[in-house]
């Protein structure tokens, strides 16, 4: 037998001690959120990154199985890096190479596990899913049954059967006080009023995922009422919202209503319990331009469906149109609730959703009247407004909706308005490619959170703004990195950043449990509804709540209380189901996960 020299023996101890102890360490280590990544996890070939922030001394990470008793993959951390936004200093976990389906945690010694992960093939469909199903929680006007809405069933609400006409809003036709039936719709938010503006960008980012990802779609089951039916669930979902819609146009002028509301916010309470008169107030430009783009949009797509919904395309298409002119008519009427107030009553308090500038509106409905009709009148306007600049989608600048539709169907564009997508396109890119610059010096390897005014009032929708406007450079050019780095906006949304939270009530292992929303306050289940994006950090801190940190990318606060940043509204849940939804319809596509 070969003798050890002295060295050699001292080596292999050191080996059996640390075979030994690491098991030992590991499983004495406890969860913590410290670790903070996407806690539904990871495709088998996607990036795959932790984050643990505050002081670190280990030099190592593993991923082990979730009884920590076995390490799977070791790696080492990154350095440390302090984040511009608050005084949470990082390191980064890096993972991409292990590819293995199961579920794991990452340990760090000294510092704990994270929450338990999944990687495989549909590790996100429960994002795309169940964000989709939040609309339905959020219906008006009808009963949420047991076996669709689980736990959360509940009463119809409003009937919206008797609306009154508002004084700013009456007409010879339509005198104050006349009544007229407006039901169905969503919910805007936390409250219970139903606003055409915020539904606008809604409507039109949903119809975009589903034009985008059409055959993704046809598939997908989200337990709704209609599910077996023959239309896809999505399109059920915002076929319930456009036709809430369609009550807001004055048949007599075709201008819409900028809302349907109370005269003030109901309590933190049940929507079967309110009884307050219902008014729909004064229309606007917004408003009635938001509406034809929409229409427009429901007109092309709901033509596939004659069978199913005869004469909706049609009808959709005459909304459009009627509305289009009642803009050129009233080319800068205003919402200024302000202004209203001093000359009407009852004095209206719910949101005003107030615009005064109407360039992307009038982009944007352009846009969509003019792939549905290819009427040269309305690309003239679309040529008109290029002149102006454009940003993320949102309920006060939905140019860019315009922009996507115009490269969605550019093939099918005359010669001149492929010009013009041409240069949409160039917009299009340039915004992407500033996106990629700064995600290697952010602590938190996201694109979301490159500058301070990505944390605002609802700014985790701009976290999925972002990532969908990636999505489409990758539509446009069928370059991956677009969608790697999208995919780190949905992690962060869904667990990697600074607060520790995957923000979508109902997901993940720490998400919110009390959003500023009267039907998850109201009805007294401890977890919420689910499948809704809360607003997030929001440092300007507008409710005056009681906050623990302050810090742009840490002011968050999960209390009812905290409208700021707590809660939530169909405009940031659009979205999300945009981005979820497009990720996992592109996965195999894109190499996440083996072809089936």
Same mark, same amino acid.
């Given at each position: 037998?070969?003798?050890?020299?002295?060295?050699?023996?001292?080596?292999? /101890?050191?080996?059996?001690?640390?075979?030994?102890?690491?098991?030992?360490?590991?499983?004495?280590?406890?969860?913590?959120?410290?670790?903070?990544?996407?806690?539904?996890?990871?495709?088998?070939?996607? !990036?795959?990154?932790?984050?643990?922030?505050?002081? $670190?001394?280990?030099?190592?990470?593993?991923?082990?199985?979730?009884?920590?008793?076995?390490?799977?993959?070791?790696?080492?951390?990154?350095?440390?890096?302090?984040?511009?936004?608050?005084?949470?200093?990082?390191?980064?976990?890096?993972?991409?190479?292990?590819?293995?389906?199961?579920?794991? $945690?990452?340990?760090?010694?000294?510092?704990?596990?994270?929450?338990?992960?999944?990687?495989?093939?549909?590790?996100?469909?429960?994002?795309?899913?169940?964000?989709?199903?939040?609309?339905?929680?959020?219906?008006?006007?009808?009963?949420?049954?047991?076996?669709?809405?689980?736990?959360?069933?509940?009463?119809?609400?409003? !009937?919206?059967?008797?609306?009154?006409?508002?004084?700013?809003?009456?007409?010879?036709?339509?005198?104050?006080?006349?009544?007229?039936?407006?039901?169905?719709?969503?919910?805007?938010?936390?409250?219970?009023?139903?606003?055409?503006?915020?539904?606008?960008?809604?409507?039109?980012?949903?119809?975009?995922?589903?034009?985008?990802?059409?055959?993704?779609?046809?598939?997908?089951?989200?337990?709704?009422?209609?599910?077996?039916?023959?239309?896809?669930?999505?399109?059920?979902?915002?076929?319930?919202?456009?036709?809430?819609?369609?009550?807001?146009?004055?048949?007599?002028?075709?201008?819409?209503?900028?809302?349907?509301?109370?005269?003030?916010?109901?309590?933190?309470?049940?929507?079967?319990?309110?009884?307050?008169?219902?008014?729909?107030?004064?229309?606007?430009?917004?408003?009635?331009?938001?509406?034809?783009?929409?229409?427009?949009?429901?007109?092309?797509?709901?033509?596939?469906?004659?069978?199913?919904?005869?004469?909706?395309?049609?009808?959709?298409?005459?909304?459009?149109?009627?509305?289009?002119?009642?803009?050129?008519?009233?080319?800068?009427?205003?919402?200024?609730?302000?202004?209203?107030?001093?000359?009407?009553?009852?004095?209206?308090?719910?949101?005003?959703?107030?615009?005064?500038?109407?360039?992307?509106?009038?982009?944007?409905?352009?846009?969509?009247?003019?792939?549905?009709?290819?009427?040269?009148?309305?690309?003239?306007?679309?040529?008109?407004?290029?002149?102006?600049?454009?940003?993320?989608?949102?309920?006060?600048?939905?140019?860019?909706?315009?922009?996507?539709?115009?490269?969605?169907?550019?093939?099918?564009?005359?010669?001149?308005?492929?010009?013009?997508?041409?240069?949409?396109?160039?917009?299009?890119?340039?915004?992407?490619?500033?996106?990629?610059?700064?995600?290697?010096?952010?602590?938190?390897?996201?694109?979301?959170?490159?500058?301070?005014?990505?944390?605002?009032?609802?700014?985790?929708?701009?976290?999925?703004?972002?990532?969908?406007?990636?999505?489409?450079?990758?539509?446009?050019?069928?370059?991956?990195?677009? $969608?790697?780095?999208?995919?780190?906006?949905?992690?962060?949304?869904?667990?990697?950043?600074?607060?520790?939270?995957?923000?979508?009530?109902?997901?993940?292992?720490?998400?919110?449990?009390?959003?500023?929303?009267?039907?998850?306050?109201?009805?007294?289940?401890?977890?919420?509804?689910?499948?809704?994006?809360?607003?997030?950090?929001?440092?300007?801190?507008?409710?005056?709540? /009681?906050?623990?940190?302050?810090?742009?990318?840490?002011?968050?606060?999960?209390?009812?209380?905290?409208?700021?940043?707590?809660?939530?509204?169909?405009?940031?849940?659009?979205?999300?189901?945009?981005?979820?939804?497009?990720?996992?319809?592109?996965?195999?596509?894109?190499?996440?996960?083996?072809?089936?």
């Amino acid at each position: 037998m070969k003798v050890l020299s002295q060295r050699s023996a001292s080596a292999l /101890q050191c080996v059996l001690i640390c075979f030994l102890v690491l098991p030992t360490q590991l499983f004495s280590q406890t969860v913590t959120s410290r670790i903070s990544l996407n806690q539904l996890g990871f495709y088998n070939f996607s !990036p795959k990154t932790a984050v643990v922030t505050g002081p $670190v001394n280990a030099v190592n990470f593993y991923i082990t199985s979730t009884n920590l008793r076995d390490t799977l993959y070791t790696g080492t951390l990154g350095p440390e890096v302090k984040s511009a936004y608050s005084n949470t200093i990082t390191k980064q976990a890096v993972f991409s190479t292990f590819t293995r389906s199961g579920s794991y $945690v990452v340990v760090v010694p000294g510092v704990g596990h994270s929450y338990v992960f999944e990687i495989g093939n549909g590790v996100n469909s429960l994002a795309a899913i169940s964000t989709i199903k939040g609309y339905y929680y959020q219906r008006v006007s009808m009963p949420l049954e047991e076996k669709f809405a689980g736990k959360w069933h509940r009463s119809a609400g409003h !009937p919206d059967a008797v609306v009154y006409i508002h004084a700013s809003a009456a007409t010879k036709e339509r005198p104050e006080g006349t009544i007229i039936s407006s039901p169905g719709g969503w919910y805007d938010a936390g409250d219970y009023n139903k606003y055409i503006v915020n539904s606008g960008v809604s409507m039109g980012t949903i119809f975009s995922a589903y034009e985008d990802f059409p055959e993704y779609f046809k598939t997908l089951n989200t337990n709704i009422p209609e599910s077996n039916d023959a239309i896809p669930d999505i399109l059920n979902e915002a076929l319930y919202n456009l036709r809430w819609m369609l009550t807001m146009q004055d048949p007599n002028d075709g201008g819409v209503y900028n809302k349907c509301t109370n005269a003030a916010f109901d309590g933190m309470v049940m929507p079967g319990i309110t009884k307050a008169p219902r008014y729909v107030v004064q229309k606007g430009t917004a408003a009635t331009l938001d509406f034809a783009a929409v229409t427009a949009q429901a007109a092309r797509i709901f033509k596939q469906y004659k069978r199913q919904f005869p004469g909706l395309a049609d009808s959709c298409l005459l909304a459009a149109t009627k509305a289009w002119q009642w803009a050129v008519d009233h080319p800068a009427m205003e919402y200024n609730q302000g202004a209203i107030n001093q000359v009407n009553k009852p004095e209206i308090s719910t949101g005003g959703y107030g615009d005064r500038t109407f360039n992307d509106e009038w982009l944007w409905a352009a846009a969509e009247l003019f792939v549905t009709t290819k009427e040269a009148r309305y690309s003239t306007v679309v040529n008109e407004q290029m002149k102006h600049g454009v940003g993320l989608p949102s309920w006060a600048n939905v140019g860019m909706l315009g922009y996507y539709t115009y490269l969605r169907f550019a093939t099918q564009l005359p010669a001149a308005a492929r010009d013009t997508a041409l240069r949409m396109k160039e917009r299009i890119l340039n915004i992407a490619n500033g996106y990629l610059q700064g995600v290697k010096t952010n602590a938190f390897a996201t694109v979301m959170g490159q500058s301070a005014r990505d944390f605002n009032w609802g700014g985790n929708s701009n976290a999925a703004n972002q990532g969908n406007l990636l999505i489409k450079a990758y539509q446009l050019t069928g370059e991956k990195h677009y $969608v790697d780095h999208a995919l780190t906006n949905l992690d962060y949304l869904l667990g990697r950043n600074a607060t520790g939270y995957c923000f979508v009530t109902g997901l993940g292992s720490k998400s919110p449990m009390h959003p500023h929303h009267r039907p998850s306050v109201g009805d007294g289940i401890i977890e919420p509804v689910p499948g809704l994006l809360v607003g997030g950090p929001n440092p300007g801190m507008q409710d005056k709540c /009681q906050y623990e940190f302050t810090e742009p990318e840490t002011a968050y606060a999960d209390i009812d209380c905290s409208y700021a940043s707590n809660e939530i509204a169909i405009n940031w849940n659009a979205p999300m189901v945009y981005l979820a939804n497009a990720v996992e319809a592109l996965k195999t596509k894109v190499g996440y996960v083996s072809k089936q």
